[in-house]
């Protein structure tokens, strides 16, 4: 716009001048020629002052229409640009409302149907080994999973399992903790209702199908590693060898079929019948065995029905080689299940090597079982029983204990 203004400016002059000159021509007797020579000179200098003005001028005014032109069209383009984003996020909003449905799909799928389980015994050490991989099976075939928590109360287990019956679960599974005549009511229940019925270490009679164990042959593994150890590695003196059982009999033949092998096999061999507690649990077989030694500080051995008890009577003979100096090798403890406190001792973490066989059971592999024997059932599938057999793991065997345990490692946190 100054440029323009310019260009007016210098045209005024011009007229002006052109003025003076016609002005200076009436006067010619007042006015030289030579001053009408440079009026003329300065005005065609103006002229082309103006001329150049006006084609600067122009030339901006131009500039300017091509830099509107420009920003129109940069206007039009992030319009085009927003108009395209918007596109884009309502596309994309779309994409995230339908992964979101798929991933609640997902995370919710219709179940196939309720499994509880009953173990009866909650706290003990092998509970985890066997009920989570249960539980991930059940869960990876579509089915919701729910458990008790008897924690070794014999009426409470019932009340369990008669809670699973009132609300239409569609199958149980559970270790009569307490032998099979007090369930039976509630079993006859279930059934009235069409609910599955698997037992778990026993046959429920009136039950779809049962998982057990070959507990006779794992007691008589467990009672022949302790003879090879008497034979073979015992420091102390035969004629004053003394031993101790813990037994469980209340949970029936599941129970009994794993002591009375091993009480008549060593007492055959050895001439000594044992002292007898029950325990199933770490504490009370610690209890029973300071009772046991302070009768018999020389007692030689101790095999529990279960590991959880044996590792109580490990604890007590501990203290006793700590304080009083005992040879270790006067000393045999052994147990069953496979419990991973054992498994870490007859893998290397005893110090003394007085923990000497585990009768055991693979728990992962059972509990993935504990699942797949009533889903079948509930899929149409023939009925099925499924026998576990035992493994003696002994020190020598430590590798094999390892593995195991890193087998159940993640159940264990």
């Given amino acids: 716009m100054r440029m323009v203004r310019t260009w007016r400016l210098l045209g005024l002059l011009l007229v002006l001048a052109l003025v003076a000159a016609a002005c200076g021509a009436e006067e010619v007797d007042t006015t030289s020629a030579g001053e009408a020579a440079a009026a003329q000179a300065q005005a065609a200098a103006a002229e082309a002052e103006a001329s150049a003005a006006k084609a600067e001028a122009d030339a901006a005014a131009a500039a300017l229409a091509t830099a509107q032109a420009e920003l129109e069209a940069a206007q039009a383009a992030a319009a085009a640009a927003m108009e395209g984003d918007e596109a884009s996020q309502a596309a994309l909003a779309d994409a995230e409302a339908a992964l979101a449905a798929a991933e609640q799909a997902m995370a919710e799928p219709e179940s196939r149907g309720t499994i509880a389980f009953s173990y009866g015994n909650e706290g003990s050490g092998i509970y985890p080994i066997v009920a989570d991989p249960a539980r991930l099976e059940a869960e990876r075939r579509g089915y919701e999973w729910i ?27 559970f270790l009569p903790l307490c032998g099979v005549d007090p369930y039976l009511p509630v ?15 026993t046959a429920i009679p009136g039950g779809d199908s049962s998982i057990v164990y070959a507990n006779i042959d794992g007691a008589r593994a467990v009672a022949a590693e302790a003879l090879r150890w008497l034979e073979e590695d015992f420091t102390g003196d035969p004629s004053t060898f003394s031993w101790a059982l813990f037994t469980f009999d209340q949970c029936g033949v599941a129970c009994t079929d794993r002591t009375d092998p091993i009480r008549q096999i060593i007492t ?32 030689n051995m101790v095999i529990g029905i279960n590991d959880a008890g044996a590792l109580g009577a490990y604890q007590a003979f501990v203290t006793q080689i700590e304080q009083d100096g005992r040879d270790p090798g006067e000393i045999f403890v052994g147990g069953m299940d496979g419990q991973n406190e054992a498994l870490e001792l007859l893998a290397g973490a005893d110090e003394y090597g007085i923990y000497r066989v585990s009768g055991a059971l693979i728990l992962d592999q059972l509990g993935k079982a504990v699942a797949d024997l009533p889903a079948n059932i509930l899929e149409g599938q023939p009925p099925t029983s499924l026998v576990l057999n035992y493994v003696a793991i002994t020190p020598g065997m430590g590798s094999f204990a390892q593995q195991v345990l890193e087998n159940y490692a993640e159940f264990l946190g």
Wanted: net charge negative; glycine share 14%; with cysteine.
């Fill in 147 to 173: 458990e008790g928590s008897a924690n070794g109360d014999c009426e409470k287990q019932v009340q369990d399992i008669e809670g699973f019956v009132a609300a239409g679960v569609d199958a149980i599974v």
């Fill in 187 to 201: 079993v006859q229940s279930a059934k009235d209702a069409g609910i599955v019925i698997v037992g778990y270490s």
């Fill in 268 to 299: 055959e061999a050895t001439g000594v019948a044992p002292l007898e507690a029950e325990s199933v649990a770490e504490g009370s077989g610690l209890e029973a065995t300071e009772t046991f030694l302070q009768a018999d500080p020389g007692l």
